[in-house]
């Protein structure tokens, strides 16, 4: 058996909010399924804008101590 730790990054998940939008906008989805669709989309966009706003933070943090 692998020993290998497989990990989703962050890039992942900006890509399945992607795929998510891609797949609503070409109905993909059945009316029924669309609030939990959109709970997990709130979700990961709720997020992926915390780490984008971490990862601002700390650039601009290092830039100071430059």
């Known amino acids: 058996m692998n ?3 497989q990990s989703v ?3 992942d998940l900006a890509v399945i909010k ?9 109905g993909a989805f059945q009316a ?3 609030q939990a669709v959109g709970s997990v989309y709130d ?3 709720v997020f ?3 780490v984008i706003k971490q990862a ?3 650039t601009q943090q290092g830039e100071q101590n430059d």
Not at 18 to 26: D, G, P, Q, T
């Open 9 to 11: 990054s962050i890039t």
């Open 48 to 50: 992926l804008d915390s």
């Open 18 to 26: 992607k795929l998510i939008e891609v797949a609503c906008s070409r």
């Open 43 to 45: 979700r990961l966009s």
């Open 3 to 5: 020993d290998t730790t």
């Open 56 to 58: 601002e933070q700390a």
């Open 32 to 34: 029924g399924e669309m």
